[in-house]
T-cell receptor, first 114, second 115 residues
Framework: NAGVTQTPKFQVLKTGQSMTLQCAQDMNHEYMSWYRQDPGMGLRLIHYSVGAGITDQGEVPNGYNVSRSTTEDFPLRLLSAAPSQTSVYFC?????????????FGNGTRLTVT | AQKVTQAQTEISVVEKEDVTLDCVYETRDTTYYLFWYKQPPSGELVFLIRRNSFDEQNEISGRYSWNFQKSTSSFNFTITASQVVDSAVYFCALGLMDSSYKLIFGSGTRLLVRP
């Protein structure tokens, strides 16, 4: 019962470096999404996907890329990290993209950009 | 505009006290969902409840209860006889039916329950 798995749990980057945050789910969920959590601001949606090959932007997509080549995986890419991207990132998935389908969150990745 | 406001940034109570966490939302949609999530110190997000806009019945689950009032656009969360394990950040969120599962979160309320 792995659920939603995020790796790594912690990461420190220097400004300008690139990296990929990994997210995998084993529940055959069609819908996957990425949120970032910043102090005093709750969680904000970065990108989401309603199925393999389909992605769309959320509230704060700038500086991030995503792809969905398989149902299981939804990586989040930072091409050139900036200090403003220091945050905790959560991946979430649900069986469908409908709002009444429970959303399952991963345990988060804490990213620091210096 | 869609918005969720949790005006209480931090609340501190002594164990066994009752505590209410406030949530006020804004939306022009007539169909929507409201959620509460708990984030304990370990950092994961734990789903507590989902309520749709057509169901204004209050809900009770053990020591937890929720009061949904459309007239005041509020979805408040009460913990009865609080315990130290209730210490966490609690998020209220609004979900809209016409979007593909976009949750709009409040800024969270940090609850500290002291022994």
């Amino acid at each position: 019962n792995a659920g939603v798995t995020q790796t790594p749990k912690f990461q420190v980057l220097k400004t300008g470096q690139s990296m990929t945050l990994q997210c995998a789910q084993d529940m055959n969920h069609e819908y996957m999404s990425w949120y970032r959590q910043d102090p005093g601001m709750g969680l904000r949606l970065i990108h989401y996907s309603v199925g393999a090959g389909i992605t769309d932007q959320g509230e704060v997509p700038n500086g991030y890329n995503v792809s969905r080549s398989t149902t299981e995986d939804f990586p989040l890419r930072l091409l050139s990290a900036a200090p403003s991207q220091t945050s905790v990132y959560f991946c979430a998935s649900s069986y469908s993209g409908q709002i009444n389908s429970p959303l399952h969150f991963g345990n988060g990745t804490r990213l620091t950009v210096t | 505009a869609q918005k969720v406001t949790q005006a209480q940034t931090e609340i501190s109570v002594v164990e066994k006290e009752d505590v209410t966490l406030d949530c006020v939302y804004e939306t022009r949609d007539t169909t929507y969902y409201l959620f509460w999530y708990k984030q304990p110190p370990s950092g994961e997000l734990v789903f507590l409840i989902r309520r749709n806009s057509f169901d204004e019945q209050n809900e009770i689950s053990g020591r937890y209860s929720w009061n949904f009032q459309k007239s005041t656009s509020s979805f408040n969360f009460t913990i009865t006889a609080s315990q130290v394990v209730d210490s966490a950040v609690y998020f209220c969120a609004l979900g809209l039916m016409d979007s593909s599962y976009k949750l709009i979160f409040g800024s969270g309320t940090r609850l500290l329950v002291r022994p």
